[in-house]
């Protein structure tokens, strides 16, 4: 059985990439000939149709949560099918994103992972490719608490990344800040700063990295088999080798050492120390984020946030 990958959900998702998981699997042919029973020619399972681990029920539940939502919102009329139902630009955003294969060198040092050096993604094929991909190949995405992945991606590519910085953050701190000046380095950009940002800007216009999943990944449009969980990632992504029944000798890739997280402790402080009426502007537009993929609402009351 074949797989591909939304791959902006997290830096896990990419270690898979980096250490060839997805390259190890061999492309479906346009036309395969009619042979039943052999492993690449498996049929897909149907969302909510996966079996888990017994005793999984927290997955179970969390799975079943997401299923049911997903069906009642993308069963509403007006909603995408397919991704031919799109507009131009929100379909090409979305074949753009998505992984058949690739590799990088190595998951040891620290780099900048260029999302586009020798991936495969279904806006390199033809539409009746991409078609036959959508239908038959095990397609699965990783989500994470959208305020926490704000956070994450905050916090790498303005403090870590010249490019984000040059690009992004210049522009950021001339909107927001007062007397920044006419070419500011865009390297010390603060978290109410992006929350500003992102508040102006058009959600299907927005980096990959802050882009609402919704409008990136299409889930009513793109029907995926499974849905994780960052967290929950390496026992999630275990969980999809063993269903697209990968050889033995691939494993999920243990995290590098120097990565740190975005704790809850460190949520907590960010969101507190916004202003509320800031965080009232920005959560509606990833409020399908929030409900889609079952996850709560932050709570920043004055008494949450004096704990």
């Not at 780099?111 to 020798?118: A, P, V, Y």
Request: proline letters at 9%; hydrophobic letters at 40%.
């Amino acid at each position: 059985m074949l797989m591909f990958a939304v791959i902006v959900a997290s830096s896990g998702l990419l270690l898979m990439i980096e250490r060839g998981i997805l390259a190890e699997m061999k492309p479906l042919p346009l036309h395969p000939p009619g042979r039943e029973g052999t492993a690449w020619r498996g049929k897909a399972p149907k969302p909510g149709g996966l079996s888990l681990r017994a005793g999984d029920a927290d997955l179970q539940v969390r799975q079943d949560v997401r299923n049911r939502t997903l069906r009642a919102v993308c069963g509403q009329p007006g909603m995408p099918r397919d991704p031919w139902d799109l507009p131009v630009g929100q379909r090409r955003t979305l074949l753009r994103h998505i992984v058949l294969a690739g590799v990088l060198d190595s998951v040891d040092v620290r780099l900048k992972m260029d999302h586009r050096s020798d991936l495969v993604f279904l806006a390199d094929l033809r539409p009746e490719e991409i078609r036959y991909r959508l239908q038959h190949y095990f397609k699965f995405l990783f989500v994470r608490d959208p305020l926490e992945r704000l956070l994450s991606a905050y916090r790498n590519k303005f403090g870590e990344i010249r490019e984000y910085q040059q690009r992004y953050g210049a522009e950021i701190v001339r909107r927001y800040r007062a007397g920044a000046g006419p070419s500011p380095a865009g390297d010390d950009v603060t978290f109410p700063e992006f929350l500003r940002y992102l508040v102006d800007e058009d959600p299907e216009r927005m980096n990959e990295h802050w882009m609402p999943v919704y409008h990136l990944c299409q889930p009513c449009a793109v029907h995926y088999d499974f849905v994780g969980s960052y967290e929950r990632l390496e026992a999630d992504a275990n969980q999809v080798l063993e269903w697209v029944r990968a050889p033995p000798h691939v494993r999920f890739p243990a995290r590098q050492a120097w990565y740190r997280p975005a704790s809850p402790e460190s949520l907590h402080y960010h969101l507190c120390s916004a202003p509320r009426a800031l965080l009232q502007d920005v959560l509606p537009k990833y409020i399908l984020d929030f409900s889609l993929f079952a996850y709560p609402l932050p709570n920043v009351t004055k008494e949450a946030c004096q704990q």
